[in-house]
């Protein structure tokens, strides 16, 4: 199975900051890779597909980068909207694994 | 607007079948994959497994010998069952639609509100 390793589990930052999360995967899986957003309590939601392409709808503070087998997350200017949860998942093969996630929270 | 509406059985004993159905509404039921994904109580998101309108299926291997996806695709209804629960079952149960556009990159863009199912004695 491919494994993603997310890093950091928790960042704590404030509105305005740019903040970057990090996905490694164990294989090389081309640029099938998602993210998605998880508030309490809420089903996930995709922002980004294809590592790079954003949803329509999703602010274009959010951005997707890929270099190798790593992965990039990035919110320009965080709001207080974005506290939450962000996850990775590859779809590259099966199974469809995630990465363990990221919680975001306000400093 | 796609919606996804999930029901089941929340509260089982050791042993039983876990049996969850969600259904389509506001949307086409061909060309998707209908998937299941589970969340444990404070933590991350697990794939179980997937389905197409026609049967086919993809099983994450980790619950394969337990688990039956189906379809009634005249309903525009997928079912998951999880035979043989544990504690380790305890979850939100999420169904939601996979796509793949042009470009073969495939995503999850529509999703139930979750199912919480918990196994205890």
């Known amino acids: 199975d491919i494994q993603l390793t997310q890093s950091p589990s928790f960042l704590s930052a404030s509105v305005g900051d740019r903040v970057t999360i990090t996905c490694r995967a164990s294989q090389v899986i081309s640029s099938y890779l998602a993210w998605y957003q998880q508030k309490p309590g809420k089903a996930p939601e995709l922002l980004i597909y294809?590592?790079?392409t954003l949803i329509s709808g999703v602010p274009s503070r959010f951005s997707g980068s890929r270099s190798g087998t790593e992965f990039t997350l990035t919110i320009s200017s965080l709001q207080p909207e974005d506290f939450a949860t962000y996850y990775c998942q590859h779809l590259n093969s099966y199974p469809r694994t995630f990465g363990q996630g990221t919680r975001v929270e306000i400093k | 607007q796609v919606q996804l509406q999930q029901w089941g059985a929340g509260l089982l004993k050791p042993s039983e079948t876990l049996s969850l159905s969600c259904a389509v509404y506001?949307?086409?039921?061909?060309?998707?994959?209908w998937s299941w994904i589970r969340q444990p109580p404070g933590e991350g998101l697990e794939w179980i497994g997937e389905?197409?309108?026609?049967?086919?299926?993809n099983y994450n291997p980790s619950h394969k010998s337990r688990l039956t996806i189906s379809v009634d695709a005249s309903k525009s209804q997928f079912s998951l069952k999880l035979s043989s629960v544990t504690a380790a079952d305890t979850a939100v149960y999420y169904c939601?639609?996979?796509?793949?556009?042009?470009?073969?990159?495939?995503?999850?863009?529509?999703w139930g509100n979750g199912t919480t199912v918990i196994v205890s004695s």
């Open positions: 389905i197409t309108e026609s049967g086919v299926t």
């Open positions: 939601a639609r996979g796509y793949y556009d042009r470009s073969g990159y495939y995503y999850m863009d529509v």
């Open positions: 294809g590592a790079t």
């Open positions: 506001g949307g086409s039921f061909s060309g998707y994959y």
